[in-house]
């Protein structure tokens, strides 16, 4: 792989924050999808998940303005929280 970027530890944190959470949450989701008891906390899931989302995107805007990666495929960019690294696959 190829290193294109070195994060900042903050940065690498915050990303590393929305990943586990949009995991955590695409998991809970998908438990509560059937539950019919239950469909008040898979919408505050689903708004939850959508909004992580859309910060876990903004994220990758802001670094790739950042690092001036614009000209990199966005789908092969990968993010090495424990080398705090962007890299292309």
């Not at 903050?10 to 539950?35: G, H, P, R, S, W």
């Not at 950042?66 to 000209?71: D, R, S």
Request: glycine fraction near 2%.
């Amino acid at each position: 792989m190829q290193i294109l970027a070195n994060l900042s530890h903050e940065e690498t944190t915050y990303v590393y924050d929305l990943i586990e959470k949009k995991f955590a949450l695409e998991n809970l989701e998908l438990c509560l999808v059937e539950e019919k008891d239950k469909q008040d906390l898979y919408c505050k899931c689903k708004v939850e998940k959508e909004e992580t989302e859309q910060k876990y995107d903004q994220w990758w805007s802001d670094m790739i303005e950042k690092y001036q990666l614009q000209g990199y495929p966005y789908e092969k960019l990968i993010v090495d929280a424990i080398g705090e690294t962007i890299q292309m696959e």
